[in-house]
């Protein structure tokens, strides 16, 4: 396809399990984000891939929250030990970042998980 | 760090009337401003950004913004909307040096009606 691709779409799970969530960016994107849209929080930044360089996690908000980007393509996202103020949408965005800065990130339609 | 005020969190208007969407913003260091509008179901799109050179900006479908650096403002304009526009409109905010690292505000949901 041609747009950021994000699974699932919806989760529910209960607290306490770990959920993983898979991000396919744009082909040839080199930039990869994750955020965090919730109804207390608004849209938060969580991480931050470019090519090989080191990730910038400084969003992510415990070390329950961990990421990973493989090949400089496909991430997930994974969730450990899940908790009720963890539900929100994530949502995936990548960029091409070459040449000059167009600021656009391309957004998935995310996914949506509950925690019960 | 930076941040993101949008004023109104619900702004309903009738069809060909206009609307101004309101945001300001706080840095220390120099930033890049956008709009992003989210319609419903749908992903995050751009609609406009500012990154240097004319402070008025200006998307295909008809809305503008203008930044203004001593108001620390990014307004949001469009003369005549269209039910098409409801939506919810987010504004960010980057550092030039953070590709993509964006800091959004609340977000303002415009509903239009007939």
């Known amino acids: 396809g041609a747009g950021v691709s994000q699974s699932p779409s919806n989760k529910v799970t209960e607290k306490g399990k770990d959920v993983e969530l898979r991000c396919d960016p744009i082909?040839?994107?080199?930039?990869l984000y994750w955020y965090r849209q919730s109804l207390g929080q608004g849209l938060e930044f969580l991480i931050y891939?470019?090519?090989?360089?080191?990730?910038?996690k400084s969003g992510l908000p415990s070390d329950r929250f961990s990421a990973e980007r493989t090949g400089g393509s496909v991430s997930t996202l994974t969730i450990q030990r899940t908790q009720q103020e963890d539900s929100a949408v994530y949502l995936c965005?990548?960029?091409?970042?070459?040449?000059?800065?167009?600021?656009?990130?391309?957004f998935g339609e995310g996914s949506r998980l509950t925690v019960l | 760090a930076q941040s993101v005020t949008q004023l109104d969190s619900q702004v309903p208007v009738f069809e060909e009337a206009p609307v101004e969407l309101r945001c300001n913003y706080s840095?220390?260091?120099?930033?890049?401003l956008f709009w992003y509008v989210q319609y419903p179901n749908q992903g995050l799109q751009l609609l406009l950004k500012?990154?240097?050179?004319?402070?008025l900006v200006e998307s295909i479908n008809g809305f503008e913004a203008e930044f203004n650096k001593s108001q620390t403002s990014f307004h949001l304009r469009k003369p005549s909307v269209h039910i098409s526009d409801t939506a919810e409109y987010f504004c960010?905010?980057?550092?030039?040096?953070?590709?993509?690292?964006?800091?959004f505000g609340a977000g303002t949901q415009v509903v239009v009606t007939p």
């Open positions: 891939f470019q090519g090989n360089s080191a990730p910038d």
């Open positions: 960010a905010v980057s550092e030039t040096d953070s590709w993509g690292k964006l800091q």
């Open positions: 840095s220390s260091v120099s930033v890049y």
């Open positions: 082909s040839g994107h080199t930039a």
């Open positions: 965005a990548s960029s091409p970042r070459t040449g000059a800065y167009t600021g656009e990130l391309f």
């Open positions: 500012y990154l240097s050179g004319s402070t």
